[in-house]
């Protein structure tokens, strides 16, 4: 048995799965948990799949929380889900406890760990392959938006403050500009001005919130296209998952996180920045797919602002990484060096094919919601 199966049975032991331990695997993907794939064989010789992982404490500092929303969330979803469906066929995303009922439990390194069932007959893509998709990954997080809407926002917790606050995102790295402990400052001037600019931007949506002319629902908050378990026969969107930053949030974040990464016909950290495009196909059957599950609970004004959310994530997200490689990688994992300040620029590139469209984009949303 290899040292990473050895230290997944460790683990798998203290949940209740049943089942002998056959083996497992570390599955890369995210920038932020640490994620293994674990098999069993119950009694009756058949397969069975989990998925384990550990929280990253250095950005969920109460990973208590975190999994009490995500108890809360999934209970809420999979009680509509199972009365409309009947049966779930593992098709929707559910805890396994611990063996002393806990939704969670410790490492034996410490740490918390959790365990879901995998879904199985699906996969995820980092980029998107074809508009069937991109319309599925938006009706999918639509419909997760309309699942929770009734659940107040009061019932679920912050877990990271001022995640989408994109004024006090900007603030960071400027102070990360300032303080640069690694003197990398001069070599992203480009970036850094780039961003700048765009200043007048950065605080639009958090203007109309304060204003009281948008407001905070339950929303995913981390809406990347591999954040949807996508049927590999079908190509249908059958869940949701990484519910990690569940919380109070805008609805537009959501949807312009989606446009941010699954337009582009490269990935995020593509070297080729001139290859990083804002795909109009792409953009539209995305609308398409939310507006068919959304447009029961968006305002006017909401929808209205649906092509700037996604020049506004994008320069939200492209803001992240450029603090991060500043400040020394702390926060995103990297597999090579410079890996966050290529994501940053491709970011850039998204923001810029945006803008270079926007009136088109809004076109179109006016054209599909008067429909
Ligand atoms: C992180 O964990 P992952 O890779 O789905 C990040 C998101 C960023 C995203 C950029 C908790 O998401 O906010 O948009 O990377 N999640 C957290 O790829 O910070
Ligand atoms: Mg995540």
Redesign the pocket.
């Known amino acids: 048995m290899t040292q990473v199966s050895k230290d997944i049975s460790e683990i798998g032991s203290r949940f209740a799965i049943d089942g002998e331990f056959v083996e497992g695997v570390e599955v890369e ?5 640490t994620t293994y794939l674990a098999t069993y064989r119950d009694g009756d010789g058949e397969l069975a799949r989990y998925i384990l992982q550990r929280i ?1 404490e250095k ?2 500092s109460n990973p208590l929380v975190v999994m009490k929303n995500i108890e809360r969330v999934t209970r809420h979803i999979n009680r509509k889900v199972f009365q409309k469906k009947r049966d779930f066929g593992g098709q929707t995303l559910n805890l396994y406890p611990g063996r002393d009922g806990k939704n969670c439990v410790q490492g034996p390194q410490g740490g918390i760990w959790r365990c879901y069932n995998y879904i199985e007959g699906c996969r995820t893509y980092d980029v998107v392959e074809n508009t069937r998709q991109a319309y599925q990954a938006a009706r999918a997080f639509g419909a997760f938006q309309d699942l929770v809407s009734d659940l107040p926002a009061s019932q679920v917790a912050v877990t ?1 403050p001022g ?1 989408h606050d994109t004024p006090a995102r900007f603030a960071k790295l400027l102070e990360a500009i300032r303080h640069d402990p690694l003197e990398r400052a001069s070599e992203v001037e480009n970036e850094i001005a780039f961003i700048k600019e765009r200043e007048p931007i950065i605080g639009v949506l958090r203007d109309h919130l304060e204003a009281g002319r948008l407001v905070e629902r339950v929303t995913h ?2 809406t ?1 296209l ?2 949807v378990m996508i049927d590999e026969q079908t190509d249908e969107a059958v869940c949701v998952i ?1 519910l ?2 569940v919380m109070p949030g805008l609805a537009l974040y959501d949807f312009g ?1 989606l446009i ?2 699954a337009t582009s016909p490269v990935a ?1 950290d593509e070297k080729d920045v001139s290859k990083v495009e804002m795909r109009l196909p792409m953009f539209e059957a995305i609308v398409e797919g939310y507006l068919e599950t959304a447009r029961r609970f968006l305002t006017p004004l909401e929808i209205e602002l649906l092509p700037f959310s996604a020049k506004l ?1 994008s320069l939200e ?1 492209g803001i ?2 450029l603090t991060d490689h500043l400040e020394g990688d702390r ?2 994992k990297i597999h090579r060096e410079g890996h966050n300040l290529d ?1 940053c620029r491709t970011q850039l590139a998204m923001v810029k094919s945006i803008e270079d469209q926007e009136d088109r984009m809004l076109e179109f949303v006016r054209k599909s919601n008067s429909q």
């Open positions: 993907s995210g920038h932020i948990n990253n950005v969920f990271i995640f908050n981390d990347k591999n954040n990484d990690d930053t996180d941010r990464g995020e994530i997200v992240r990484f926060y995103f994501r």
